[in-house]
């Protein structure tokens, strides 16, 4: 399984971006995928922003939960995160992983820059 991730790079504050993760070598809907999204920003840990299932059911970060929306696309294998409101704290690499049965696939990473 293949991930890349894609986004607007640089972005204003109070925007509500959009990244995207395009899925190769296995399909968003195989049973027990977890299809999900983690940031990092600079000099901090890695976080987990909220994932999609197999199913389509959405598990969202507690913190993060009402300015998350994770969706996806089936027909093109894709599934998307929109983060509202951005500030510059939320300035990070954006990361797609899947997770399934112990295993992760993960993606390069996409910066997401938040300046005015």
């Known amino acids: 399984v293949q991930l890349q991730e894609s986004g607007p790079g640089l972005v204003k504050p109070l925007q509500t971006p959009s990244l995207t993760c395009t899925v190769s070598g296995g399909s968003i809907t195989t049973d027990y995928y977890y299809w999900n999204w983690l940031r990092q920003p600079p000099g901090k840990g890695l976080e987990w922003m909220g994932a999609?299932?197999?199913?389509?059911?959405?598990h969202d970060s507690s913190s993060l939960k009402s300015r998350t929306s994770i969706s996806r696309n089936t027909s093109k294998n894709q599934f998307t995160l929109q983060l509202s409101s951005v500030t510059p704290e939320d300035t990070a690499v954006y990361y797609c992983a899947a997770t399934v049965l112990g295993r992760d696939y993960w993606g390069q990473g996409t910066q997401v820059t938040v300046s005015s």
């Open positions: 999609i299932a197999w199913s389509g059911k959405i």
